[in-house]
């Protein structure tokens, strides 16, 4: 499993997130206290939002503790939303392209998790993508599949409820091929404004989400596990909800997709 931090607020340096807390993601990548896996050594990436509407991104396939670039361009780059990300790999090689996060336009999105049965789900999934969102792909992940495929269903107008419909459609069509489910769903995504974070399950292991404070000033960061020891700052976040951090702070809300049926019949399921 993953592990990732996101944030939003007055801008800072990435440092204070990856590199500088006691429990910083950098140290989370071969120490990790609250995942299953307690390395993450398939790569690492950073999103980050500037003066342009797109992100900048910088992704490798290093294990996060031993790219000295990562550090120096963390103690570098200031930002007021970025998203940072240490990979343990379920689908998907380990090249650079598979590095979360993944940007489409001025969006950028980052996953702890998986969608069992890929295999078998990745072909109709990749269907129902237009050429816009389906050559924009450029990984073999299910991550970075779901990203396009909740681009496609509208996310850039309705973040959250785009997002639901395609991990629905997922739970639909593994249903239908399969007879059974199993998602796991820890995510950040952001376009540039604001900071959107689900945690949710097909089952009762949901990956973990934190949220916390940062400074005075309304700032907030999201994370996969507690980046410091102080549990008194660090609001868990339950299964089945979405974060939601903009201009008026830090909201959480229910995140419960419904099975999403009525596109299958679109495609070519006999085989």
């Known amino acids: 499993m993953c592990r990732w931090a996101a944030y939003r607020g007055d801008a800072i340096y990435l440092e204070e997130l990856v590199s500088s807390p006691a429990h910083s993601l950098i140290e ?14 398939d790569g690492f990436g950073l999103a980050w939002y500037g003066d342009r509407p797109e992100p900048g991104r910088f992704r490798d396939v290093l294990p996060a503790w031993s790219d000295c670039n990562l550090k120096s361009l963390a103690r ?5 939303l970025f998203l940072a990300h240490v990979r343990a790999a379920t689908h998907g090689s380990t090249r650079r392209d598979n590095c979360h996060p993944f940007v489409h336009d001025n969006w950028s999105f980052m996953h702890n998790g998986q969608i069992d049965h890929f295999d078998q789900l990745r072909r109709p999934m990749e269907t129902m993508l237009d050429d816009e969102y389906f050559n924009g792909r450029h990984g073999n992940t299910d991550s970075e599949l779901l990203f396009l495929l909740a681009m496609q269903f509208g996310m850039k107008e309705r ?4 997002m639901a419909e395609a991990i629905g459609f997922v739970t639909g069509l593994s249903l239908h091929l399969v007879g059974s489910v199993k998602i796991r769903f820890t995510a950040a995504f952001s376009d540039g404004k604001s900071l959107y974070a689900v945690r949710y399950a097909s089952d009762r292991f949901a990956p973990t989400l934190f949220a916390g404070p940062m400074g005075e000033s309304g700032s907030h960061c999201v994370v996969s596990e507690p980046l410091n020891d102080d549990t008194d700052a660090w609001m868990e976040i339950p299964p089945d909800s979405a974060v939601v951090v903009d201009d008026t702070g830090l909201r959480v809300e229910a995140f419960k997709p419904a099975v999403e049926t009525q596109r299958l019949p679109n495609l070519a399921l006999a085989n």
Do not use: D, E, F, M
Request: charged fraction near 15%; hydrophobic fraction near 30%; glycine fraction near 0%.
């Open 28 to 41: 989370q990548s071969h120490c990790a206290t609250r995942a299953k896996t307690s390395t993450n050594a």
């Open 76 to 80: 570098q780059i200031r930002s007021p």
């Open 159 to 162: 973040p959250l409820a785009a």
